[in-house]
């Protein structure tokens, strides 16, 4: 298991490295999610590796540090996509929710906000870190849910669009002078 952790971390970077090496569109918003891949494949890495408890902690708050701001980016990217240009108070508002989610996270093993009950086991040679959830880590999953939802329906808004501007098109070419 910690070679197909080792894996998709190599992976990752090697798609990281083709993306900036041989894409044209150059989307500041791609180079961070693969960005935020890689942290979470490395966080998923030094947790399957760790020896005791502090290291899969560390390396949790590394996984968390990628997979945090994922659906944030993954919005941006869609948007950008789809040519909607969001106002800047917008996207700042984004980066401070999803900030103060993670600061969230930085406080795992120093309180009960994120997580309550934290140990480690080895199973078959890999750390798993076992957890019970405090009352904060509901913060997560929630806005994962919401920039996707919002991600959605902006794909789903932009096409309909596109198929009434095709719609008129075609109504506009079906005209005999």
Same mark, same amino acid.
């Given at each position: 298991m910690t070679y197909?952790?080792?894996?998709?971390?190599?992976?990752?970077?090697?798609?990281?490295?083709?993306?900036?090496?041989? #894409?044209?569109?150059n989307s500041i918003n791609q180079?961070?999610?693969?960005?935020?891949?890689? $942290?979470s494949n490395f966080g998923y890495y030094l947790v399957a590796v760790a020896d #005791?408890?502090?290291?899969?902690?560390?390396?949790q708050i590394?996984?968390? $540090?990628?997979?945090?701001?994922?659906? $944030?980016?993954?919005?941006?990217?869609?948007?950008?996509?789809c040519h909607i240009k969001p106002h800047r108070v917008i996207n700042?508002?984004?980066?401070?929710?999803?900030?103060? $989610?993670?600061?969230?996270?930085?406080?795992?093993?120093?309180? #009960?906000?994120?997580?309550?009950d934290m140990s480690?086991?080895?199973?078959?040679g890999v750390t798993v870190l076992e957890k019970s959830y405090g009352p904060l880590h509901v913060v997560y999953p929630l806005t994962m849910v919401v920039y996707l939802a919002v991600a959605f329906f902006i794909i789903i808004h932009t096409f309909m669009v596109m198929s009434c501007h095709i719609i008129s098109f075609a109504d506009f070419r079906s005209i005999k002078l």
């Open positions: 197909l952790y080792f894996g998709c971390l190599i992976v990752s970077i090697g798609v990281l490295f083709w993306l900036k090496l041989f #894409d044209v569109r180079v961070l999610i693969f960005l935020c891949a890689v $942290a #005791d408890l502090g290291s899969a902690i560390v390396a590394y996984t968390y $540090a990628g997979g945090m701001f994922l659906p $944030a980016l993954f919005l941006f990217l869609v948007m950008e996509v700042i508002t984004i980066l401070i929710i999803q900030s103060v $989610a993670f600061s969230f996270v930085c406080t795992i093993g120093k309180n #009960d906000l994120f997580y309550k480690i086991s080895k199973v078959m």
